[in-house]
């Protein structure tokens, strides 16, 4: 079974450019997740998918950033324009319910410079 | 706000050594509490986890015991490894919502 699929695995922009990352989850799973980890701080919840809706969007920091997850399937985070706080490790995870726990993607380590 | 917490940022144990990793958490009513190993270079991968109405649970060279009168998570890592050098966070979950809260996490370094 594939696992969780993160891309791209880094990315480096200047501020004030888009940048968009995408996660492919575990097939058949319908909740999505994304999290981030900023600064060696702890990981923080942003968003959270059931199929194509958002759930929870409670921890997306602000306006520049925007999630969508088409048709149920991957999901893109979209960051425009980004600016030097938002460099941090982006994690995607997906679960077919908490219950059973979540599967966590390599991470997008986004440096914006 | 409510927050999960790690006393020690870093550890370091001699390899075939235990480790234990605390974590205090301030939330009453979570509900679910889970350990994640991350390596450099992965995602958080999945350990070990316990519900509120367990106060132990062991797995594979690991425990994590819960003392909610004191609101203590800890993670026992037995005869450890130096695969086992990673940062391990905890995370805790409410009652009916899928979200976790992590803490800031603890590096552990096994010395061959």
């Known amino acids: 079974e594939a696992g969780v699929t993160q891309f791209p695995s880094h990315s480096v922009i200047e501020k004030g450019q888009t940048v968009t990352l995408r996660c492919d989850p575990i097939?058949?799973?319908?909740?999505l997740y994304w999290y981030r980890r900023v600064m060696g701080k702890e990981i923080k919840f942003l968003l959270h998918?059931?199929?194509?809706?958002?759930?929870?969007e409670s921890g997306m920091p602000n306006n520049r950033f925007l999630a969508e997850r088409t048709g149920g399937t991957y999901s893109t985070l979209k960051v425009q324009p980004a600016e030097l706080e938002d460099s941090g490790v982006y994690f995607c995870?997906?679960?077919?319910?908490?219950?059973?726990?979540?599967?966590f993607g390599s991470g997008t380590r986004l440096t914006v410079v | 706000g409510e927050s999960v917490g790690l006393h020690l940022p870093t550890l370091s144990v001699q390899e075939g050594d235990n480790s234990i990793i605390n974590c205090a958490y301030s939330?009453?009513?979570?509900?679910?509490f889970i350990w994640y190993k991350q390596e450099s270079g992965k995602g958080p991968q999945f350990i070990i986890d316990?519900?509120?109405?367990?106060d132990k649970r062991q797995g594979q060279r690991v425990t994590v015991l819960l003392n909610k009168t004191v609101k203590h998570l800890s993670l026992q890592i037995a005869a450890t490894q130096p695969g086992d050098s990673a940062v391990y966070f905890c995370?805790?979950?409410?009652?009916?919502?899928?979200?976790?809260?992590f803490g800031t996490g603890t590096r552990l370094t096994i010395i061959p």
């Open positions: 995870a997906s679960s077919p319910s908490l219950s059973y726990g979540y599967t």
């Open positions: 995370a805790e979950n409410l009652r009916g919502n899928e979200k976790l809260t």
């Open positions: 316990i519900r509120s109405n367990m």
């Open positions: 939330n009453s009513a979570s509900d679910y």
């Open positions: 097939s058949g799973h319908d909740n």
């Open positions: 998918f059931v199929k194509e809706s958002k759930q929870d």
